[in-house]
């Protein structure tokens, strides 16, 4: 199993569990605390697993703006783009963020994919269909460089204090470079849990950060948290809502970022003027219609939804579950999953232990956005 | 960690606890297994009728995930504790505290099968 750099601190520290090959910290003192401290106040999470690829060479722009399906060349002070990578039946390899470091590129993902993201870049690398030999270099740089995710509303004091930096100033997914006891930081306004905050990319040994993090008075948070606030921020997660199949039953049977809606978004990640891989697969799905969508649940009745129960409308299975669970702030079963119809405001029912329970469409997020979340109402 | 046992109560591997009075159980979770479990969310109490020893009593929910509870004893479930199902937490806050369900026993010999706290806490410093 692979550790983080801080294995020693979390082990001392937390209840520890697996997850996608690494070993992770779960919980320091109770999901409830964390989440709290992240919705109220500041909480930190050691995501050192999240995988991190440099793309670099003369050619690294050409190269990525074929593999991912946004268009990665919108210059700094936006420096950071969400995007997919698609196999070419349109289904989703992974989800993540490229960054423009100005002399290369730093892919970022979550930790399941990782060899596969890899592999697949390599592949594509030496891939016919990218004509002439190209000068793009991909290096894996996830063991070496630790990512301490910091969240919530009193973060901004945080940066200020370490870093001098007012994150207010920053656009959401813009990036500074900056330094800890003379070694180099990078400082991005992002995060996983619908607040304000921001992420930090070292390669020194992280412990003397995360202790000063600590004594700034924030919670450390473990990976149930991250969880917990993601899905309450109504986030995707690879592996849940974005996914590629092994086995495909029929044509198009892939989870495809239309699936997910993500070329209805305002900066939609699919950038339709560029050639990119899965792009065909993605205008003939557009052409014979979308079978399945992403939508958000709430529950009326009283249960927990989760991954894999079963989505009915007036007794007829409609979709599936992909992630749920108790929101803490409401207190009421939440889910993310995929329905063949529906409607926020229209009401389904989700099968808990064999039972159809009520539950509601919702538009994420989960809470109110004028109470919690980056823009509440201060 | 120190996981809290108390004497004079039946433990199970799956670490559900029996406190017999009579010909009556009260069914429990050990403190480890709260622990385990993390902040428990949500218990589906058992319904009134018979169970079986080792079979599925009831599920219990953490935010994390679903878990199965098992009886401890065959017998007839006479009554439940319907404080859980409001206030689930109470599990996590005092587990020999916040019982789940009362079972009218079947057959006392089958306590025998069961472990004393000193067996059941050499058993859970086993696992950890």
Known sequence: MKKLKLYDWHTAHAKMGEYAGWHMPLWYSSVKNEHLAVRNNVGIFDVSHMTEIYVGGKDALKFLQYVATADVSIPPPISTTYTTFLNERGGIKDEGLIYNLGDKYMIVCDAVAMEKLYSWLMSLKGAASLAGDLDVGITNKTFDISLLSVQGPKARAIAEKLFSIDIQDLWWFQCRETEYKGEPVLLSKSGYTGENGFELFVEMDPLPLWENLLELGAAPCGLATRDTTRIEAGYTLYGHETMEKQVLSQPYDEYTPLHAGFHLWEFSPIKWEKDFVGKEALEIQKRMGIDKNLIHLEMVDRGIPREGYIITKAGTPIGEVTSGTQSVITGKGIAIGYSSEGKPGESVEIIIREEPRKATIVTPPFYDPKKYGAFREV | ?128
Do not use: F
């Open chain 2, 1 to 128: 960690m120190k996981y809290k046992t108390k004497e004079g109560l039946y433990y199970t591997k799956e670490h559900e606890w029996l406190n017999v009075e009579d010909g009556t159980g009260t069914v429990g979770l050990s403190h480890y297994a709260a622990e385990e479990l993390g902040d428990i969310a949500y218990i589906e109490l058992p319904k009134p009728g018979k169970v079986t020893q080792g079979g599925k009593l009831c599920e219990i929910e953490s935010v994390k995930a679903v878990s199965d509870i098992y009886a401890p004893v065959s017998g007839l479930v006479v009554e439940v504790n319907n404080a859980l199902t409001d206030s689930p937490e109470l599990i996590n806050q005092d587990s020999y505290a916040a019982w789940i369900c009362k079972i009218d026993i079947e057959d006392k010999k089958e306590i025998e099968k069961l472990m004393s706290a000193q067996e059941y806490a050499t058993y859970v410093e086993s696992l950890t």
